[in-house]
């Protein structure tokens, strides 16, 4: 009795048992793609940074704020330089050129970014020059992300006070 029971009994076709091989291989292979590529990370995260502390030109018309550190280099296009002169602030947009634009279309110095390595990002070394500043003043200088998609924040400020002129 025990020989027919066995007998009987029909397992999976070798070709559902195929298939389901296949289709279990590919879900583990795209699950690891998803894994391995960081998809569904945040890859808009603020880097972190620090600015060393504004240096005076040798002609005393220009300070120059340089980036000391940043955790990762961004598109000049996702940052923002604001500049506050005792109280009133100025947000500029970095462009390729090296130039930076007021949002507002208002600026009272003029203020330049120097891309040290050329790659259109804001990296380690490079600096920002405010030209003419406004003596007996305190300025306060921050680079800030700012993504088209996502939220950003600030990376670094400093502040610094322009001397009475002699």
Do not use: H
């Not at 890859?43 to 000391?68: C, H, M, N, W």
């Not at 130039?99 to 003029?110: D, E, F, N, Q």
């Amino acid at each position: 009795m025990m020989k027919k029971m066995w007998k009987n009994r029909s397992g999976v076709s070798p070709v559902i048992a195929t298939i389901l091989m296949v289709a279990i291989t590919v879900v583990l292979a795209a699950v690891l793609y998803v894994m391995v590529m960081g998809f569904g990370g945040n890859p808009a995260s603020t880097p972190t940074g620090q600015f060393k502390a504004a240096e005076r030109s040798s002609d005393g018309e220009s300070y120059r704020i340089q980036v000391l550190s940043i955790s990762e280099a961004k598109s000049v296009s996702e940052m923002r330089f604001t500049v506050d002169i005792s109280g009133t602030s100025t947000v500029y947009t970095i462009g390729e050129t090296g130039t930076l634009t007021s949002l507002a279309g208002v600026a009272s110095t003029t203020m330049s970014f120097t891309d040290l390595n050329g790659d259109k990002k804001v990296s380690t070394g490079d600096y920002f020059t405010i030209t003419e500043p406004t003596a007996e003043k305190t300025y306060t200088v921050a680079l800030s992300f700012a993504p088209s998609s996502g939220t950003g924040g600030v990376v670094c400020d400093t502040s610094f006070t322009v001397p009475k002129a002699a």
